[in-house]
């Protein structure tokens, strides 16, 4: 008897981005996997979420409860992912999966399974991108200048910007701004999160691109 091969649902590609906002939207963040409401030990109990894959889903069933607010994040989804064309037309980098997202937003539909687990990811990719890249602007664009002059030990207070971790070096890479708007590069052997706001001192190293490089930095 010959196999019959099902016939997966095609959606609209932009109603889809919109059910994933909502399910952003629901629960905060993305969720993988889901989680199951018990009693921890210490008496709490631990919120149950479902994946935003699933709520996704369910969206699309009930189309209804997606509210303007995620059609206008959709939207300017579509506004952001589409303007990275730029990034290819100059040769400048970007990654496999901003690639395969570009790709996606460019189809008028998709298919259920794949597609829509894939979509459900993207609101939360894309508050990360957005992120990263004001943060990215404000290093290029500081309008401090300088910090100290070369050779010169400073001591500085910073918020970290970028922090990644060189498997050639062993070490962390970190790109912070001062309150001064000052853009400063220096390495470390500790991990730190971006956001945090660190007291160090260093010596300057060199000044070059409208950065301060330090070397030998110590927390205070």
Known sequence: MPRISKVRKQYDTMLVLSAACAAQRINGSYVKFATVEEPSINGTVNVHKRTNRELTVEFLELQENIIDADRTMAEEMRRYWNGKTFKLL????????????????????VTEGYDIAVIASMP??????????????????????????????VKIQVEVLKCVFS?????????????????????????????????????VKRQDNNQTQLNRVKML
Do not use: C, P
């Open 90 to 109: 100059t040769g400048e980098y970007m990654s496999n999966f901003d690639r395969g997202i570009m790709e996606m937003m460019q189809k008028e539909t």
């Open 124 to 153: 939360g990719s894309y508050i990360s991108s957005v992120k990263r890249d004001e943060r990215e602007r404000r290093a290029k664009h500081s309008r401090g200048g300088y910090i100290g002059s070369v050779g010169e030990r």
């Open 167 to 203: 498997q050639k070096w062993f070490t962390y890479f970190m790109t912070g701004i001062t309150s001064d708007d000052q853009t400063v590069f220096f390495s470390y052997k500790e991990e730190m999160v971006v956001g945090s706001v660190l007291n160090i001192a260093g010596t």
